[in-house]
Each structure stands twice: as structure tokens, then as C-alpha cells.
């Protein structure tokens, strides 16, 4: 490593962990990047609200042990994976998830889509679209949504997911690969 | 030349993967660019539709866990049980020492009165005469040479 770089990691790092000394800058700033991880997730408003609290709080008491080896934000998403791999895991919340009042329907996040002055045509083929890959990503892996939802909403690189999700970089591409192999032939119907 | 992008190679151009090889084709093909502007349009409208924030529930009101809830950890619990023990022990402790003492104070008020005890003992043995006849000793004096009492009554 040059030594200029190592310079910058060190004051990227200080920065990152200075970060967390206010906790509740923190978790204003980055509640609604891991609210909505945990909503596209889990699909349902109480547990996503739930899991995200949940991630905060260990992200709180974890905050000593943060070194600055990633950003504040990927260390974060990191815990929130981690939770949301946990969930899909818990059959007590799959047995609930079948019968839960709160969950998000293909149509409501359709509806999250805001009339922006386009036509009622263009509304509609939004609609449509937005529709059609929420319903795909419900039937995607749990390891292929998480890497799709980091990619295509978070906008994270492959090593930033990578470092988020504890995979190979190679891995990541492969379960991002399988993703929008099976977003595209949704939306190609 | 490419007759038209596969579904693996859409997914590769999706994800980033792109050869010159498949640039140059989608530069040519009008069909694969607008397969690719489908897709791309449904990703861009969904990240949108996600990140909108007026479906996001807000941020809870943040707010210091209290420390000792949080920090209970080993050496402060075994420190928390030495500080308890002293507590504990220190009543015990001075109720032992005021016992002893008690007991030294009475050992010390039953000497005294014993002492006392002996010393009028002392005065009473070393006097010759018991105290209610000293008056006797005092009036009468003995003669040798006048007859028994006895004797004179004879």
C-alpha cells in the first residue's frame, strides 16, 4: 500500500469512527437507507420498522468495535443483512408472514410511484414496471434479493456488497447475474 | 456480429460486464437497445418507487441507553458484589465490636465492685474487735487485783 493511501485510510477511518459519536446523527442519516433495505426485504412495514431499530441498536452498542475498515454506511447495511438473513431463517416469522396485516403488496409499492406530471399512459406503464420487479424480487433467493436490492436501490459497488453481505466478489456477480436474469424475464412479459 | 443480445449477455451488460464485442453491437442494434432501455427504465423506476421517502416510516427519537443497563459487564458485576458484601458485613462487624465492648465495660464494672468488696472485707478482718463492741472496749477496764464478778456475787 503507498503511503499516501495508507494516510488516507487511517483519516478515512478516524473520520468513520468519529462518525459514531453521535449516535443520533447517525441513525437520522441512515435510517431511511436501512429502513428500506429491511421494507423490500421483508415486505412489511412493523417488522422492516422492527428490524431496523434492532439494527441501530446493536450498531449502538457495537459502535466501540467499529475499526473504519468500511464506511459507517456499509457497516450498517452489513448489520441489517445479517438481520434479515436471521428473519428468513426464523420459521416463526415465516408461519407469520403468511397471515400479516401490514405486509406491502406489489400494488402499494406501485403506488409509491408519485405523479411527477406524466401522463396517465406513462403512469400506468410505471406502475406496471415497478409492480413487475417487486414481484420478481419476492421470488428471488434471499442472497439474490439482498445483492440485487444493495446493486439497483442502494447503488452499491460489487465490493461494497461484497464487505456488506461477508461474499466473494465473485459470488456477488453470480447472484447478481441470477437476479436480473430473473427480473428481465419478469419484465419482459 | 451478434444477431442479437442472449438473456446471459443482457444480464451481463446489466450488471456491468461490457465487452467492446457487445458495445459495438448495441450501438448497431435498435432492438437490443430497447430490450436494454426496458430493463433499465423498470430498475430506475423501481429504485425510485423505493427510495421515495413518503412511504419510509421516520426515524425513531434516538435516545441514550442508560449505562449501567448497557455496561453491565464482568469485573463491574464482581466489583457491584464486593461493594454489597462490605454493606453487608460492616453492621455485623459493629455490632460484634459493641458486644465486645459491652462485655469489657461489665467485666470492667464487676472487677471495680469486687475490688470494692475485698478492700471493706480487708478493713472489716484486720480491726481487733468487732465494730458494735468497740463501746465495750472503750468502758471497760479489766482490773487484775477486784475479785470475779462471780465471785464477788458469792
Same mark, same amino acid.
Given at each position: 500500500?503507498?503511503?499516501?493511501?495508507?494516510?488516507?485510510?487511517?483519516?478515512?477511518?478516524?473520520?468513520?469512527?468519529?462518525?459514531?459519536?453521535?449516535?443520533?446523527?447517525?441513525?437520522?442519516?441512515?435510517?431511511?437507507?436501512?429502513?428500506?433495505?429491511?421494507?423490500?426485504?421483508?415486505?412489511?412495514?412493523?417488522?422492516?420498522?422492527?428490524?431496523?431499530?434492532?439494527?441501530?441498536?446493536?450498531?449502538?452498542?457495537?459502535?466501540?468495535?467499529?475499526?473504519?475498515?468500511?464506511?459507517?454506511?456499509?457497516?450498517?447495511?452489513?448489520?441489517?443483512?445479517?438481520?434479515? $438473513? %436471521? @428473519?428468513?431463517?426464523?420459521?416463526?416469522?415465516?408461519?407469520?408472514?403468511?397471515? +400479516?396485516?401490514? #405486509? /406491502?403488496?406489489? *400494488? &402499494?409499492?406501485?403506488?409509491?410511484? $408519485? %405523479? @411527477?406530471?406524466?401522463?396517465?399512459?406513462?403512469?400506468?406503464?410505471?406502475?406496471? +414496471?415497478?409492480? #413487475? /420487479?417487486?414481484? *420478481? &424480487?419476492?421470488?428471488?433467493?434471499? $442472497?439474490? @434479493?439482498?445483492?440485487?436490492?444493495?446493486?439497483?436501490?442502494?447503488?452499491?459497488?460489487?465490493?461494497?456488497?461484497?464487505?456488506?453481505?461477508?461474499?466473494?466478489?465473485?459470488?456477488?456477480?453470480?447472484?447478481?447475474?441470477?437476479?436480473?436474469?430473473?427480473?428481465?424475464?419478469?419484465?419482459?412479459? | 456480429?451478434?444477431?442479437?443480445?442472449?438473456?446471459?449477455?443482457?444480464?451481463?451488460?446489466?450488471?456491468?460486464?461490457?465487452?467492446?464485442?457487445?458495445?459495438?453491437?448495441?450501438?448497431?442494434?435498435?432492438?437490443?437497445?430497447?430490450?436494454?432501455?426496458?430493463?433499465?427504465?423498470?430498475?430506475?423506476?423501481?429504485?425510485?418507487?423505493?427510495?421515495?421517502?413518503?412511504?419510509?416510516?421516520?426515524?425513531?427519537?434516538?435516545?441514550?441507553?442508560?449505562?449501567?443497563?448497557?455496561?453491565?459487564?464482568?469485573?463491574?458485576?464482581?466489583?457491584?458484589?464486593?461493594?454489597?458484601?462490605?454493606?453487608?458485613?460492616?453492621?455485623?462487624?459493629?455490632?460484634?465490636?459493641?458486644?465486645?465492648?459491652?462485655?469489657?465495660?461489665?467485666?470492667?464494672?464487676?472487677?471495680?465492685?469486687?475490688?470494692?468488696?475485698?478492700?471493706?472485707?480487708?478493713?472489716?478482718?484486720?480491726?481487733?474487735?468487732?465494730?458494735?463492741?468497740?463501746?465495750?472496749?472503750?468502758?471497760?477496764?479489766?482490773?487484775?487485783?477486784?475479785?470475779?464478778?462471780?465471785?464477788?456475787?458469792?
Amino acid at each position: 500500500m503507498e503511503p499516501s493511501s495508507a494516510v488516507d485510510w487511517m483519516a478515512t477511518a478516524v473520520a468513520s469512527s468519529r462518525e459514531l459519536d453521535d449516535f443520533e446523527s447517525v441513525v437520522r442519516l441512515h435510517w431511511p437507507k436501512v429502513f428500506r433495505f429491511a421494507l423490500a426485504s421483508l415486505r412489511d412495514r412493523h417488522a422492516a420498522e422492527s428490524l431496523a431499530q434492532d439494527c441501530f441498536w446493536k450498531a449502538y452498542r457495537a459502535r466501540h468495535s467499529f475499526r473504519g475498515e468500511a464506511s459507517v454506511a456499509t457497516w450498517l447495511m452489513q448489520i441489517a443483512v445479517n438481520l434479515v $438473513r %436471521d @428473519r428468513a431463517r426464523d420459521r416463526r416469522w415465516q408461519f407469520w408472514k403468511r397471515a +400479516q396485516a401490514t #405486509a /406491502v403488496d406489489a *400494488a &402499494a409499492a406501485a403506488a409509491w410511484i $408519485r %405523479d @411527477r406530471g406524466a401522463s396517465p399512459e406513462d403512469s400506468a406503464l410505471i406502475g406496471e +414496471q415497478v409492480r #413487475a /420487479v417487486w414481484d *420478481a &424480487a419476492r421470488n428471488l433467493s434471499e $442472497r439474490q @434479493r439482498t445483492v440485487f436490492l444493495l446493486r439497483f436501490v442502494e447503488d452499491m459497488d460489487l465490493l461494497e456488497i461484497a464487505a456488506a453481505t461477508g461474499l466473494k466478489e465473485g459470488t456477488v456477480k453470480i447472484h447478481l447475474f441470477r437476479a436480473v436474469q430473473a427480473i428481465r424475464e419478469r419484465v419482459a412479459k | 456480429m451478434i444477431e442479437h443480445l442472449s438473456a446471459e449477455q443482457v444480464s451481463q451488460w446489466m450488471i456491468g460486464e461490457r465487452t467492446p464485442q457487445l458495445e459495438q453491437h448495441v450501438e448497431e442494434c435498435a432492438a437490443c437497445r430497447g430490450e436494454l432501455a426496458q430493463l433499465e427504465s423498470a430498475l430506475s423506476q423501481f429504485r425510485t418507487a423505493m427510495r421515495d421517502p413518503a412511504h419510509l416510516a421516520p426515524p425513531p427519537e434516538w435516545r441514550e441507553p442508560a449505562p449501567s443497563a448497557a455496561r453491565l459487564t464482568w469485573p463491574r458485576l464482581v466489583l457491584a458484589a464486593m461493594a454489597l458484601a462490605v454493606l453487608l458485613a460492616a453492621p455485623v462487624s459493629w455490632r460484634v465490636r459493641a458486644h465486645e465492648r459491652a462485655l469489657r465495660e461489665e467485666a470492667a464494672r464487676a472487677a471495680q465492685a469486687d475490688s470494692q468488696l475485698l478492700e471493706s472485707v480487708d478493713s472489716e478482718i484486720s480491726q481487733a474487735v468487732p465494730e458494735p463492741m468497740e463501746p465495750l472496749v472503750t468502758l471497760v477496764t479489766w482490773n487484775s487485783s477486784s475479785p470475779e464478778p462471780n465471785q464477788k456475787a458469792q
